[in-house]
């Protein structure tokens, strides 16, 4: 008995639930069905084209960082030196310039890398010492040092791992960033 009287409640409750509620529908002349057009939510379009165009700009924004680091050069140090070198002054004015113009919204991120020789600790604190050199150079060319950042990554950021000198050499590196 039971039963019955809950299966009675579950179909009056399902009958009758949407029982009051009238299709989008209308009758046609010659008894044909109309479906009525529902003119699209304005917001959705907005938004979608908003979104769009802030991707765009947000595309181009990391186009333009990409470009700009590409202009930039790597500072090369000696072997245990974190002193910059006579031969990458320019080098080095040069992306101080282009940090000043072309970059001067963003913040720069100054990467310190070193050989794989010695521990990992002196590694990472020649790494910083080669990051300060730099960061110190820049600003004395302009550079306001609120905009620098410095981070070292000792041994960890090989850019070549073969067993030469020359690359070796090309690991002793401060890189530049660009972050916004």
Known sequence: MKNILLSGAVATLLFSGCADKTPAVESGSAGQLKVEEVAPIQTE?????HSSVSSSDSLNKVMSISDIENEMQSIYFDFDKFNVRSNMQKPLSNDANIVKSKASEYTVKIEGNCDEWGSDEYNFALGLKRADAVKKAMVAEGVEANRIT???????????????????SKNRRVDFKLLP
């Open 150 to 168: 410095m981070v070292s990554y000792g041994e960890s950021n090989p850019i070549c791992s073969d067993k030469t000198q020359e690359c070796w």
């Open 45 to 49: 379009t907005i938004s979608s084209e």
